[in-house]
């Protein structure tokens, strides 16, 4: 059973970039658009090949179910590297919610740092 604590803990964990590459994720979870057919797949292009991840309890169906389930553990969760897809808000992001660890930031090119600061306002430079 999940908690209020649990909730609150889960909903305020910070959302990262990442690398498609460092991941095996084959399919964004708020669009359920594919990145890719399987992680040994081609990635896709430039800057489109950044996540935002966050942990989060997967809601789904069971095939020939009509019931919601949501998973018992949080799991992470992919995102578009787009505001509109992760939810987050000028606030979120003043607040630091939104992160870019130091192995990828030094990582980032010219068009992955302009559209993280046209998405997001992030002054990367």
């Given amino acids: 059973m999940v908690t209020t604590a649990d909730a ?6 910070p959302y990262e970039v990442v690398f ?5 994720a084959t399919t964004y979870y708020g669009c359920k ?3 890719r057919d399987k992680p040994s797949a081609p990635l896709p292009p ?8 966050h942990p989060e309890r997967k809601i789904f169906n069971c095939p020939g179910e009509t019931k919601v389930r949501i998973s018992s553990n949080p799991e992470m969760v992919y995102y578009h ?3 509109s897809c992760t939810g987050l808000d000028d606030d979120d992001v003043a607040t630091g919610r939104l ?9 980032l090119n010219k068009v992955q740092l ?6 997001f306002n992030l002054n990367l430079s």
Avoid at 8 to 13: G, H, L, R, T, V
Avoid at 20 to 24: A, L, Q, R
Avoid at 46 to 53: H, N, S
């Fill in 8 to 13: 609150n803990k889960e909903s305020n964990a």
């Fill in 20 to 24: 498609v590459h460092d991941t095996k």
């Fill in 33 to 35: 658009g594919r990145v």
């Fill in 46 to 53: 430039v800057p489109y090949d950044l996540f935002i991840r």
């Fill in 81 to 83: 590297l787009l505001r």
């Fill in 99 to 107: 992160i870019i660890p130091r192995q990828v930031k030094g990582l």
């Fill in 114 to 119: 302009w559209h993280l600061n046209k998405e």
